[in-house]
């Protein structure tokens, strides 16, 4: 099954950029999604499609995507911000939802 | 808009069958236009998608779970369900249902989750 990599961990000063990466193979070819985690709470999308915006999320918050990595990159970082982030494929050769191993924001 | 809600019992035991149910709220499953789906996440662990069904009661599993899992959908009450057979330890875990639109690929919005414990 297709598999995402991400980074354990990032680390980033309050409003400095914040980049979370989510490797898979030829993922260019396929729509990246993103969703923020906080501590006992359920995930929540931040970004669909690559680069698109759920309403009521910040637009400090966007996407890229291309070859073999895709890219959250979360501007002008808050406390607030600190959190689990996860990136969502859906693989259609299997039909079946997959995630990255997630990444914990730590903001300084 | 939809809400989504988890019920069920927080403690199974080892070889019985977990059950769940999400209510859905602020719209109609038999609407159509989403896949409802369960997720799960062991402790201090990543999401792990189960399977989804649509409104007409099409399914569709994770490979790796798909001998022990069953979701059915009851349209009447608007709510979707998820059993798992013979569950073990490995089996602890938040559940979380989601909704996902048709032809999208993405989650949401999520229920908040319940957390099931499998112990004796």
């Known amino acids: 099954s297709y598999v995402l990599t991400q980074p354990p961990s990032v680390s980033v000063a309050p409003g400095q950029t914040a980049r979370i990466t989510c490797g898979g193979n030829?993922?260019?070819?396929?729509?990246v999604h993103w969703y923020q985690q906080k501590p006992g709470q359920a995930p929540v999308l931040v970004v669909y499609d690559d680069s698109d915006r759920p309403s009521g999320i910040p637009e400090r918050f966007s996407g890229s995507n291309s070859g073999n990595t895709a890219t959250l990159t979360i501007s002008r970082v808050e406390a607030g911000d600190e959190a689990d982030y996860y990136c969502q494929v859906w693989d259609s050769s299997s039909d079946q939802g997959v995630f990255g191993g997630g990444t914990k924001l730590t903001v300084l | 808009q939809v809400q989504l809600q988890e019920s069920g019992p927080g403690l199974v035991k080892p070889s019985q069958t977990l059950s769940l149910t999400c209510t859905v709220s602020?719209?109609?499953?038999?609407?159509?236009?989403?896949?409802w789906s369960w997720i799960r996440q062991h402790p201090g662990k990543g999401l792990e998608w189960i399977g989804y069904i649509y409104y007409s009661g099409s399914t569709y599993y994770n490979p790796s779970l798909k001998s022990r899992v069953t979701i059915s959908v009851d349209t009447s009450k608007n709510q979707f369900s998820l059993k798992l057979s013979s569950v073990t330890a490995a089996d602890t875990a938040v559940y979380y249902c989601a909704s996902l639109p048709d032809s999208s690929g993405w989650f949401d919005p999520w229920g908040q989750g319940t957390l099931v414990t499998v112990s004796s």
């Open positions: 030829n993922i260019g070819s396929k729509s």
């Open positions: 602020g719209g109609s499953i038999s609407s159509g236009g989403y896949y």
